[in-house]
DNA sequence: CTAATATATGAACAGTGATTCATATGAACG
DNA sequence: CGTTCATATGAATCACTGTTCATATATTAG
């Protein structure tokens, strides 16, 4: 006879957000489990930039910048401004600093044997910037 | 002549950090970019609980559960501990809860036209439990 | 030791997604 | 208008990854 769980599931269903809504976050935390993506909001926590910019500092295509922008801009975690032929690109808010900076901190502690003295690997501090 | 942004590039590229880290911080979301494995962080929020009740919660295989479990102990986020035949899942640290948090609400005030009144569309808050 | 339960793992398959290439749109300038 | 620079987009390709199936390991009971 398999073993029995039924009190702790009821109490984690009771609490358990939707389906959708969980879908939801898993979607916003699949767009920053890409490293160009992660680059380019971590680029542009400093200034904003063009898109040929962006394609010049990570040595890439202007077409795959192009395509990261559209996904960034579809998740409401930049926005642009044309001036001219150039089209400026710049974070639409806050959250990506704190969701970013978090992710920072359990690396650093998940690494902490490497940097037992200096708990910031970081040199550029996030937040520092703009 | 194409435009220059040499300035820009030059105080950008000064902050950014390595190439190595960033792709770390892509690694460790990349794990949260996944509903199955979002909806495990969630549950162990409430309490630990054992592979096959996280089976039946999300009705899915042993095996896949399993294969997800995998992957978030590798990335220290889950931990187990062993009673008898059974393994009990638990997180490894209070990051989680902070991540998920700040994902929560991002998507919150992505759809602030949804849910104009009330703020939070989870019932059980993050941070509640355990 | 054998059977039963609980979990882990390896191979295979299918779906997803990031990049590239070619090309389209759009703006400024002569 | 036609050309040039800046960006966007669609199709194709290639690699990655989540699930399933079959099976292995591990613990306890008899």
Redesign the pocket.
């Known amino acids: 006879?398999?073993?029995d769980h039924e009190a702790i599931l009821r109490k984690v269903r009771q609490d358990l957000p939707t389906d959708e809504l969980l879908c939801d976050l898993a979607d916003l935390f699949?767009i920053f489990?890409?490293?160009?993506?992660v680059k380019i909001l971590y680029a542009l926590l400093e200034s904003e930039m063009?898109?040929?910019?962006i394609?010049d500092l990570l040595g890439?295509?202007?077409?795959?910048?192009?395509?990261?922008?559209?996904?960034l801009k579809d998740a409401d975690l930049v926005a642009?401004r044309?001036e001219?032929?150039?089209?400026?690109y710049h974070l639409s808010d806050d959250h990506v600093r704190t969701i970013v900076a978090q992710g920072f901190e359990h690396l650093i502690e998940e690494h902490l044997e490497d940097y037992p003295e200096n708990t910031s690997p970081v040199q550029g501090e996030v937040g520092s910037g703009v």
Request: with cysteine; aromatic share 4%.
């Open positions: 006879m398999p073993h699949k489990g890409d490293t160009t993506r063009c898109v040929c910019a394609a890439m295509t202007q077409s795959a910048i192009s395509h990261q922008l559209r996904i642009k044309r001219g032929k150039t089209i400026y």
